[in-house]
């Protein structure tokens, strides 16, 4: 047990010094790549975790951004005071959509997910007075403090966005590794059984359902806050494939997974993007690679080979 | 013009909608009805028959009857082949886990549409129709037969009708009266029992999966006339053909069919007549509603 908390706990600490050390252009990928792991931990939580595969989590890392967002453009809300409003619409939605698309499973699930995220990518585009639509908006100066840390100085940022991270990791590495989180693999496994032995199903689906979407809302929330921009595009279906080729990259169902594979796609992306404009191959290329030769992925091969003992 | 008219043009929008839109369905139907997997890059093999067919007619820029007939032929076989080797590469290797076919669709949604993006680029294109006469209709006012102005239909639009019911009929034939339909539906019924008489069911799930694509890449040959070829134009499509499948009753033809009549000739005068945003949205929400309270689809029996 021990050293699963120094192995994740040095972790932290590492990306806290890393923010000493680190040249400015890396020092800002790696403050956006640990808000987006948050992102992918929520997914990693209901699709490694409780194995129910989601191609709808853009809805609810934009309903975190857009609850941000609005809540300051609209009523002039604080920073602080605006990511809790973010965070509760997240919630809320998340609830509201695990309500209904949990009496499905499987294949079903994530069509009906893939639609609902869809009607919400639909609903932002037709309140276009309100949400800008695709163009989008840029968050006020004034909102993007948080603490008295003005947010859209790079030190601040990285240091907020390394907190969010370090909380979002123990939160998870103390649920997968709580009775709860035993549970959630035992439903993986097998559902049937699982129900044989008294544990009600649909209360542990539909609880890790709204934790992910939370955690995603979080994210989105975050990344508007701190990166200053809420738009369209965060809705789109393209922010429900890219958690999902995170979290399988990196190992779905391992505690570190999501931010291994969030930061080797993002390098990997930022790479090739320099060389063609059809940068999104490299995504395709990725998905059918892993599904065919590595469905564990990086901390999952790991887990196999060397350290059984990772959560 | 007044209301009349108007809702005529709108069906007859509709109609075409439909038709094309029942091919690309059809075609989606047939691979979640036989394979049991749900093939996201369906679009993509529907936007790659329409740029294909940019392609053929712009080498016999010459001769557009030509070109068509020879984009009909050329760009479903081309589709439908990639299909199948894609189906031998990735989803045979997958053994057709359905979440795991999920996953490498998406990644080859990605990949073909990046890859037209690169030798195509990003332009929309048009390619000329092999006829278009303008088709003025009649229509009775007071008594007496008029042909208002503006009112009227393309020659083109109302073969794309013709076409799409006679392929869909030839398919039906194919797939009732032929030996290869025949192990298709022995194949659908019961997996192992295939297997067990000595069908070889790999090869029918790569024709399957290559004649669910053909379907797709034959339906956008027939709309590209009318729209035009854009490396992006996959994802309105599979949305659409998606809804039909999932109304119809997941891998039921005839529902299949029947939604996509439905769904076409609805969106088609919806459309006119409102926000088409809003009218999609609704729709998203009502398909998403039927998958999670009548998951056999409107049409389809109780599972």
């Known amino acids: 047990m021990s050293r699963i908390w120094a192995l994740h706990g040095g972790l932290a600490l590492l990306l806290l010094a890393l923010h000493f050390l680190l040249p400015p252009y890396h020092h800002g990928v790696l403050a956006r790549v640990m808000v987006l792991s948050v992102f992918a931990m929520g997914y990693n939580v209901m699709f490694g975790y409780a194995g129910l595969l989601s191609l709808g989590h853009a809805l609810f890392f934009a309903a975190g951004m857009y609850g941000m967002g609005l809540s300051a453009q609209l009523w002039g809300w604080g920073g602080a005071a605006a990511l809790i409003a973010g965070l509760a619409a997240a919630l809320a939605v998340s609830a509201g959509a695990g309500l209904l698309a949990l009496r499905t499973s499987g294949v079903q699930l994530m069509i009906v997910t893939l639609m609902f995220a869809q009607a919400g990518y639909l609903t932002v585009l037709y309140f276009g007075e309100v949400t800008r639509g695709d163009e989008g908006f840029v968050i006020a100066e004034a909102t993007r403090a948080i603490a008295g840390l003005e947010l859209s100085a790079e030190g601040p940022r990285y240091l907020i966005a390394w907190a969010a991270f370090s909380l979002a990791l123990g939160l998870t590495l103390w649920l997968v590794t709580s009775p709860f989180g035993h549970v959630l693999v035992a439903i993986r496994e097998n559902e049937e059984r699982t129900r044989m032995l008294g544990y009600d199903t649909w209360r542990y689906k539909f609880a890790a359902f709204v934790i992910s979407g939370g955690l995603a809302g979080a994210a989105g929330a975050l990344y508007g806050l701190l990166f200053g921009y809420v738009g369209a595009s965060f809705a789109a279906v393209q922010y429900s494939i890219l958690p999902l080729l995170w979290v399988l990259l990196g190992g779905a169902g391992t505690v570190l997974g999501p931010f291994v594979g969030t930061l080797f796609m993002f390098y990997l992306i930022d790479l090739s993007s320099g060389v063609t404009t059809a940068y999104l191959i490299v995504v395709g290329v990725a998905l059918v690679l892993l599904v065919l030769f590595a469905r564990a992925g990086i901390m999952g091969e790991i887990r196999q080979r060397a350290a059984r003992w990772l959560p | ?303």
């Open chain 2, 1 to 303: 013009m007044e209301f009349g008219p108007h809702l005529v043009l709108a069906l007859i929008e509709g109609a075409v909608q439909a038709a094309v839109l029942a091919l690309t369905a059809v075609g989606l139907s047939l691979v979640f009805g036989v394979m049991r997997v749900v093939n996201v890059a369906h679009g993509e093999f529907y936007m790659l028959g329409a740029v294909l067919a940019w392609m053929v007619s712009t080498q016999l820029a010459g001769a557009p009857v030509l070109g068509f007939v020879a984009a009909l032929v050329i760009a479903p076989l081309l589709v439908g082949s990639l299909a199948a080797l894609a189906d031998l590469t990735i989803l045979k290797r997958v053994e057709y886990d359905p979440e795991a076919t999920i996953v490498a669709t998406i990644g080859l949604l990605y990949i073909l549409q990046q890859t037209v993006l690169m030798t195509y680029g990003p332009e929309a294109r048009p390619v000329a129709p092999p006829f278009n006469e303008r088709i003025a209709l009649p229509w009775i006012e007071a008594g007496e037969v008029v042909y208002p102005w503006g009112f009227g239909t393309t020659s083109y639009k109302l073969f794309v009708i013709v076409a799409a019911a006679a392929i869909l009929t030839a398919l039906w034939l194919f797939l009732a009266r032929t030996k290869a339909g025949l192990v298709m539906r022995a194949t659908q019924l019961d997996r192992e029992m295939a297997t067990a008489f000595g069908i070889p069911v790999e090869r029918v799930y790569a024709a399957v999966f290559g004649l669910g694509a053909g379907l797709a890449a034959l339906a956008a040959v027939l709309i590209v006339p009318i729209q035009q070829a854009h490396y992006l134009m996959g994802a309105e499509p599979l949305l659409l053909a998606f809804i039909v499948v999932i109304i119809g009753g997941l891998g039921s033809l005839r529902g299949t069919l029947l939604a996509a009549v439905l769904i076409g000739l609805t969106d088609g005068v919806v459309s006119v007549f409102f926000s088409p945003t809003l009218a999609k949205i609704l729709s998203t929400l009502l398909v998403a509603m039927v998958l999670v309270f009548r998951p056999q689809g409107l049409f389809g029996r109780a599972a």
